[in-house]
């Protein structure tokens, strides 16, 4: 009975731990996206007041 409680546990614990780092890699994936679009806007804003 214990070999099974602590093969759960076991499962358990790795499954959290892969949550939590595919949820970070998400964040940061979005942290990346959010900052080249800002880059982007800034350009075209620069572009537009050189052509102006």
């Known amino acids: 009975m214990k070999e099974i409680l ?4 076991v499962i ?3 499954f959290m731990v892969a949550m939590f780092i595919i949820n ?3 964040q940061q ?3 990346h ?3 080249l679009e800002e880059i982007e806007k800034i350009k075209n ?3 537009e ?3 102006a």
Not at 6 to 9: L, R
């Open 24 to 26: 970070f890699n998400r």
């Open 49 to 51: 007041r050189n052509d």
């Open 12 to 14: 358990l614990f790795v």
């Open 33 to 35: 996206t959010d900052k």
């Open 29 to 31: 994936i979005k942290k």
């Open 6 to 9: 602590d093969t759960i546990v």
């Open 45 to 47: 804003q620069n572009k």
